[in-house]
Structure formats: structure tokens, C-alpha cells
């Protein structure tokens, strides 16, 4: 008897909980909405306000005069949103408008709030302040024990290109379990020419093959040649070749057929990385690289190599190309066809070729490409 | 006669047993969604869709979206489709044997030719007959294929797309502009492990609809389909967001999915002797990585908005319910040995124990007990307190979960409109009078199908998308 009575006990208690449930969700609401609309046309008149005092700063203290305290919030948000979408001049006179608020004070005070998202959300806006303070704050954030809040502290002192030390941000971001994050790759990537030393010194340190990945992807995004001799020397470093690559090729050969797409081990991953990075760099240095690439055991290397060789345009590439028309993996074969069009004439012919010739193989993919391409019926 | 009684009062037994641990699981699950979207809800209003459209983190994807017979709504959807917010995407759409003038329509709307594509079959499907595109949109890619059925629709998408995602879109549904990004973000921060990732399904009916974009949000004119949205709600903001938490969400909406492409094709693409293809590719994927001890993620996105059209009428709701029901018990048959499996881990002991005990078995219990439990009372077979906790646990609790999945929603949607909160609210307690349990037996239906053999989808009605007055 008792279960049940506890049974009916504690369904009443659920009944009464849900009326106040349901009482409190639509009150709440409405409330909420109300307080949404009036924030809304606030912000609107606070942008209307805002863009005509930008372009008359001697006014800034009249608008400040007209601020009521919630205005600064919403300022702020205005601000953190518009900032990324407006280039030059135009952002130069935000961020004085900001720091005529006082909106940069109040960030540096938010950077040291208790919760995880505001400080994110201060150090976002912070990366448009180009000062001594802020970028020492910025520097203490790299240490905030939330990764999210390191992470929006990187970008912004990348965005002041005001990173100190590649290896201190290496330690920071990418020995962490957030190594893999394409959003600490993108950090990397953003870090520019004035770290492509430093970025060359990761390649050769004694540091996990995953930093050297972010490293080696951030030296193909700069786009600085003087990456390319350490990025063909990390190519060609023992390790990444031969001995381990034939290891790979057979520990896949293992596995069937649709179980070899994707690379078993971090060697790989570190040809293929410097391969798309060579791409991107598209330096003529790189071409024994290149042909070598172009019979790398490994599927996705070649078909990257293939890329790549297309990229960089020269008839050198265009015998092994040809070769990788016939490839067992088909999409190393569309890669090669794909260069072999983009190299002109030459390449046009050689796929002409093949696809008159007797390798179904190498005929299937020529005619098809060139189809696609309209060059044939 | 007594031996009838005796078996009648086992089963009552077995009615509020099951009853008592539905409860405690729906209030656990409670507990987890709303932790998980408490987490969850920091992150999402922190992406910043600009950063994520400009600084080239966002992964090319490919957007499937298999049509049949979808005449009324396929140029609105593809508009649509074309016109979202991401840096690098294609649409393909693949007419799948339709019998109406979906390609058609198509073709004169877009203006589109015959072209050539180069591709390798790499899944199964059945032959292409055309490809066709436009310079106009040199994003959208429509392929024209004998009838094969939506699996065999999204293989023939898989082969043709080149990228390394692709996102599953029903034909009758629409995106937000951000959608995507928002679906890409585990993506970004877990690129090599993630592997599949579900979006939220809202219902478009009542909605206001312009250019192919929800402009207005608002509840569903047609009490059907108000019940459904409330449906809606509890499904994805408790259900789906629990089991994502524990790693073992075994469904991704057939309406709006992010796969990698290389894992899709690991498990050979979408299985065709199913009608659950949604589920089906979840539990492949799981039993593949986890047979091989390879890590993986999926992952369920809240904000992440796809607007799909609930059906209107008592009959296509049936034979929708019926079909899932029939997908579901299909996919947990070919997999059964995953079911308390310990090898799967929370997939096998929790997700696919939980899909069998209160999915399959649950609406049987739950029927037998609408039957019995009164009978037996009025009988004198079974007290007044075993009636009333019975009672209470068939509604009081059903209430209460819906009610709280108004909360949640609350977390996720923050401008719903209190009118629409107070008319949630309302059918959040008249669905447990009578929708619930119509359900049930159409669950029940679905079980039967199951059980002789039933292939084939039904027919669906399409209805072109709410504009505003005057439009």
C-alpha cells in the first residue's frame, strides 16, 4: 500500500510541478520578449547614434552624455560584431570611438570575470586594441585554464601580430587536446610572414608530429618561399620516407580495399601536409618533391601530389601523371587527369591519348574528363 | 478463468514496471539534456558565423538532396539551398525516378543542360540516366536516376559529390541560412574523430515562408499538427540531445544530417532493404568503428534548424508513424547482436537496449495496459491505488516531460512568442489524452508490418510552403 501511495505522492508533486512549469515558461517569456524587442530598437538607435558620431569624433563626449548605463553592453555587442566585417579607416575609427567609451576598460575588467564566456568574449573584442596593457593581458590569457578562452586570446594577439613566441603558443594551444581544433590551425595560418622562422624551427624540434602539422600547414598558408627548404627537408627526413612509408603501404594493403582511406599513422599525415602546403607555395624548388610524391605508396599523397603538380605546371610532371592515369585508386586517377588538363596542350593530348588506348582504366577516366570538360562528345 | 486473471494481473505487473522505469528514464534523460544543453548553449552563442564564412575553416560540403514526386516544393527548396550562408558547398539534387514533372520544373525553372561529370561508383544505386546543370548556378548539380527509393537516391549523391561532407536535406524541407555552419561546427573542433552530425527538425507548417526562407515563425493552424511540434521538441531537445551526450545517439533525422564521406562509404553507403535509412547508416557506423576499435563522434546540434512539413491528416500521419516504426525494428533486427551488446558500450547497452525495451516493447505493454488495467478494475481484479498509480503514471509523468521540454526549448529558441509558449503548453498536456496512444497503435501497426514482411514508403502529400497574405 505504501508503494503506491508513494507513487500517487509523487505524481502529484510532478502535476503541481509542471503547472508551475508551464506557468513560469510562458510569464518568463513573455517577459523576455519584451526586454528583446526594447533591446533591439535600442540597438538600433544606438547604431544610428553611433555611425554619425564616428564620422565627427569632436562630438564623441555629446553622445557619450546621451548613453544610459545598458547602453554599454549593448554598444559593446554592436561593436564585437561590426568590427570583423569593416576593413581599414572605417575599423580604425571604431575602436576609437570604443576606447573613447571606455569599452576597452570594461573588456580588460571582463577578462578577469569568473565565467568562461565573458572573458572569450573580452578577448575577441580586445585583438582591436593595438596596446602595451592589452596585449599583456591578452599574453595572461593564454594561460586561462579554459581552452576556449586561450584559444579567442591567440587570435587576438595574432590579429595585433603580437605573438611573442610560436613555441609559446605551441605550448599553449597546440599540445593540448584542442591540437586538432581547425580553429587553432586557423590561428597558425593568420600568424604571418614575421613567424615563418620560428615556424621553420618547429619543423626541426623535438615536438609532437601534430604541432609539426599545424606548423607546416600554417607555412603553406603564409605563402613565404623561404618555407620551402625546410618544408622538403621535413618531405624528405628519413622517417617520413621509405622504410615507414612501405610499413603504411603494407599495413593497408592488409585491409581491404575501402578500408585504405584514411592515413593509419602521423608520417603520412606529415607528406600530405607538406604537399598541400606546396601547393599553396607553388615554387618550382619543389618539383623533385613533387616526382617523388607523384609514387608515394600511400594513395592520398599521390593524389595530393597530383594537385600539386598541376599547380606548379611543369611538362616535367607529365610522364608520371600519365602513369597515374591508371592507378588503382580511382581517385588518384581523377587528380592526374585533372593536372594533366590544367598543364594545356601537352597534358589535353596525353589524355587524347590514353583514352584511345587499350587500359580501360586509364581510358575511362581520360574520356571522362575530357567529356565533363567538353572537349570531346 | 483464473488462470486468465492470473495472466491479466502479471501483465498489469509488467504494465507499471515498465512504467516506473520509463519515468526514471525520461528523468534522467531530462537531467542530461538539459546539462547538455546548458554546455551546449555556451558554445553555440559564442560561434561567430562570420568568422566561420571568411577564415576558411569551413569544410566543402556537399548537399544531398534526394526528390521524388516533389513537383510542388523541389525549385522553392533548391533556391533555398543555393542561397545559404556557407564559403564552399554544391547541391545536388537527385531526381529519383519521380513520376510527376520534378524534373521538369526543374529544368525549365533553372534553366538547365545535359552535362557530363566524372565519377566512380563507389556505393550502390541504381543507373543514372542525365546530369544536368547551368552556368547560372555552377553551385547546383541535378541528377536523373531510375526509381530506387531514398537510399538509392542519396548512393547516387554520395558517388557524384566531391567533397569530403555531405549533408542529407529531404526535398520537402528547408534550412536556415546559418544552418550549415552550425552543423559544421564539431566539425571544426574535432575534424579527424567527427564523424556524423544531427541537426534539429522543426515543423514549417503555420510558418510564414519567402524567397525560401522562413521569415515568421508560428505554430501550426491544424491541431495535428500542433502536436506534432510539441512532439517535435521533446524528441530532439530531450531524447536526441541525452543520447548525443552519452555517445550513443543512434539516429540522425533523414531530413537534415552532416556525414564524412570517406565513413559513409566505409559502411557502403545508404542500405536499401530498409526503410529506416536514416537510422540504418547511425548503427552501420557505429558497429564499424567500434568493431574495429577505431575512435569516432557523433554529435546532435540544437541550434542548428531544418524546417520540414508535418503531415496534416490522421491517415499519412499513420503510415509515416508506421514506416518509422517498420525502419526502426529493421535496423535493431540486423543489428540485433549489438542489443545489450557490452562490446558496443553505451551504443549497444544503452541506446540500442533502450530503442528495444521501450520502443518495441513499449507500445505493446503500454496498449495491453489501456485494455487490461481498466478492465481488471472494474473487475475488482486489481485495487483502486494499483488503478491510480497506474493512472498517474501514464499521464501525470508525460505531462510533466513534455512541460519540461518547454524549458528547454526555452534554452534554444529564445523569441518564441508567449502565445505560442501558452499553446505549446496546452498541448503539452492534451497530447498524453489520446494522440499518445493513437500513436502507440500506430507503432503497434508498424510492428506488424515488420513482422509480415511490409516493404515501401507510402505516399506522402506535399503542399507548397506558406506565403504571406498577398504574395
Redesign the interface.
Known sequence: ?GF??L??W??LV??G??LA??L???????F??RR?RRDAARRQSLMALALEYIEEPEFIPAFKAQLKPPDQRLLLQLFA?LL??VRGDYAEKIVQLMRAMGLNERCLTQLRSPK??KR??AA?VLGWFQEPRVIQALETALDDPQV?VRIEAARALARLKAVQSVAGLVARLAVVD?S????V??IF?SLGPSAVGELMSVLESDVPDQVKLLATDALGHIGDPRAVPALLKLFHSPRNQTGDAIHEHKARRGRSY??R??PTNSSVALRLAVMQALSVLVDPRALDAILTALEDPVWEVRAQAAQCASQLGSPAALPRLETLLHDEH??VR?HA?EALFKLGEAGVNTLLKVARGTSATGAD?AA??L??K?LVP | MTLLWTIVRFINGCVLALL?VQSVIYLWQLIVAFLELRQHR??A??T?T??ML????A?PISILVPAHNEEETIVENVRSMLALHYPDFEVIVINDGSRDRTLQVLIEALNLQK????W?P?VPHKEIRGLYGSPRHPRLLVVDKVNGGKSDALNAGINLSRFPLFCAVDADSLLDHDSLLQVMRP??????EMIAVGGRICIVNGCTVRAGQVTEVALPARPLALLQSIEYIRAFLIARLAWSRLGAMLIISGAFGLFKR?AA??V?GYSHDTVGEDMEIVVKLHRHFRDRGEKYQMRFVADSVCWTQAPETLGILRRQRSRWQRGMMQSLAKHREMIFNRKYGAVGTLGMGYFFLFDIIGPIIELAGLVLVPLAYWMGEV?L??F??WL??SF??G??LS??S??LE?MVT?????KD??LL?MS??LENFGYRQINSLWRLEGIWQFLTGKQGWGAMQRTKFTKPNGQ
Not at chain 2, 552535362?115 to 566524372?118: A, F, G, I, N
Open positions: 500500500m503506491y501511495k507513487i500517487h509523487v505524481s510532478l502535476a510541478a509542471t512549469i508551464l513560469v515558461v510562458v510569464v518568463r517569456q513573455a523576455r520578449n528583446v560584431e570583423p566585417k568562461w564566456w572569450a568574449d575577441a576556449g584542442a586538432h581544433s581547425l580553429a590551425r586557423e595560418r575501402s578500408d582511406s584514411q580511382w581517385w581523377f587527369a577516366i571522362g574528363l567529356r565533363e567538353g | 516506473m555556451r558554445l552563442s559564442r561567430d562570420w568568422w571568411t577564415s576558411g575553416v569544410l552535362l557530363e561529370r566524372v566512380h563507389e566539425f571544426i573542433e574535432e575534424p579527424e570517406a562509404i566505409k557502403g485495487t491505488h494499483f491510480l498509480a498517474a503514471l501525470t509523468y505531462v510533466f512541460a519540461s518547454l524549458l526555452m529564445r523569441t518564441t512568442r508567449a509558449l501558452a503548453a503539452s498536456v
